[in-house]
């Protein structure tokens, strides 16, 4: 078994116009940047992908990775906890003029969504948002004592993420904090696409090391020294 | 208005609550600050939404390392005995009553819990990060914040006029001039300046005060 592909290209092949794209990363930590300049690479020779449902905490930075998704109006709508940052523009502008939607979503519910959605749990009840305008026409139901709001899995078409190390079966370690969301992004995805800075052979990883096993994970393409998108948009980068 | 904290004196006041070995979340901008006033031999596990345990203060500009953040987004460092681990994960944390205090701002307390602390009104883009997770689960739930808005009106009020954060919520404020706790939905007084009388207090103060027993001096040092 090989899960690798040999460019980011390839790595992003199958996502098309109107799907639902998870993209791990909290910030620019875990932001799986090349895949994500991969993908705006094929909008602007194509004109496609377009119409994305994007789920992501944040609602993109600066001029780079998902902000830079929304800039070439490639995303319909954005699913995520929090979609302002130091340089929120790109969501912003185009949500103040209606030409992009929000679904906003508490921070831990949206993680528990996508892990339900991963774990084949359709629905499932949560104190957060109860008594608040984001528990608006959703169940709820009292257990114990205590209310609580029903929520819906999360799954989607395709997931974007940045490992650390990957072995070929598809294993996989992140690198300190930036995990975040993404375990619970692969599982959740039908098709979970993986950028890794080092791509090592089966047995090449401790397994008792391992965070996401090769299971959830479907391609994976190396890319060494990856870029860091706070560092890029401290450097006032602009892709394209 | 007569004398009143500072918010760093605010957030020593909050520190001395916390316990040796309590895991605690603090909130994004000001409740941060409470991690620098630790009692002498006292250390909290600070616990962040992002999933971070046992993180340390910002490392000096150009040593930051931009995958390990806080919640905030600002560079971290971390302590002998940090753990990293999944957004579920940490979530499970915060609702799963594994957490012992959060500390919060507010907009707004009202007597019966309820907070108000992530949105000013339907203008501009809504953001909720994880405010809403943060006010279930944690065995304490306490807010820090100014006792009235920078116009002059009450903090602390009979019902939250901005759209809530969490119901039923919050066990203990610590303000500029008092500590206040909720108990039975009312806003029981527990300190305030000394020198500050409980009739100026009342009418900075949105809800009636109930006094039970003794109310303390709320003494804090220049910090």
């Known amino acids: ?240 | 208005m007569t004398e009143k904290l500072t918010n760093a004196q605010i957030a020593w006041r909050a520190a001395q609550d916390i316990a040796d070995g309590a895991y605690v979340n603090l909130g994004i901008g000001f409740p941060e600050m409470v991690a620098k006033f630790q009692p002498p031999g006292r250390q909290a596990v600070f616990h962040t939404e992002n999933g971070v345990l046992n993180f340390g203060e910002s490392p000096p500009e150009g040593e930051e390392d931009w995958d390990l953040i806080n919640a905030g987004k600002k560079a971290i460092t971390l302590k002998p005995g940090a753990a990293f681990f999944h957004h579920a994960d940490s979530f499970a944390m915060v609702r799963g009553g594994h957490l012992d205090v959060a500390i919060l701002g507010a907009y707004e307390v009202a007597e019966n819990g309820d907070l108000a602390n992530w949105s000013t009104g339907p203008k501009g883009v809504p953001a909720v990060g994880g405010a809403m997770d943060l006010v279930h689960g944690a065995k304490r739930v306490a807010v820090i914040t100014d006792h009235v808005t920078k116009d002059g009106r009450p903090k602390l009020v009979k019902r939250c006029g901005l759209p809530l954060t969490g119901v039923g919520c919050v066990t203990r404020v610590y303000t500029s001039l008092a500590v206040v706790d909720i108990e039975s939905q009312r806003f029981v007084l527990r300190e305030k300046l000394p020198k500050l009388s409980l009739d100026v207090l009342q009418a900075v103060t949105g809800a009636e005060l109930l006094v039970d027993g003794t109310i303390g001096d709320l003494i804090v040092p220049e910090v």
């Open chain 1, 1 to 240: 078994m090989d899960k690798t592909v040999s460019d980011l290209a390839t790595a992003v092949a199958g996502i098309e116009d109107g799907m639902t794209l998870m993209i791990g990363g909290f910030g620019g930590s875990g932001a799986p940047i090349e895949l994500v300049h991969a993908l705006i690479d094929r909008f602007r020779a194509t004109g496609s992908p377009e119409g994305l449902i994007v789920i992501n905490n944040n609602a993109g930075n600066g001029r780079i990775g998902i902000a830079a998704m929304i800039d070439a109006g490639m995303v319909a709508k954005m699913v995520c906890s929090f979609p302002r940052s130091a340089d929120p523009r790109a969501f912003t502008e185009k949500y103040r003029v209606g030409q992009i939607g929000l679904e906003l979503v508490p921070q831990g519910t949206l993680a528990e969504r996508i892990r339900a959605g991963g774990a084949g749990i359709p629905a499932f009840y949560t104190p957060t948002s109860f008594g608040t305008d984001l528990a608006e026409g959703k169940p709820v139901a009292e257990f114990d004592g205590r209310m609580y709001v029903q929520e819906r899995w999360l799954k989607s078409d395709a997931a974007l993420i940045k490992a650390e190390l990957a072995d070929t079966m598809g294993n996989l370690t992140y690198r300190k904090a930036a995990r975040n969301f993404s375990p619970l992004m692969a599982a959740a995805a039908r098709l979970t696409v993986v950028q890794a800075s080092k791509i090592v052979r089966p047995g090449g990883i401790d397994p008792e090391q391992i965070v996401t096993p090769g299971i959830f994970v479907n391609r994976i393409v190396e890319v060494a020294d990856a870029q860091q998108e706070e560092a890029l948009m401290r450097a006032g980068v602009a892709y394209g």
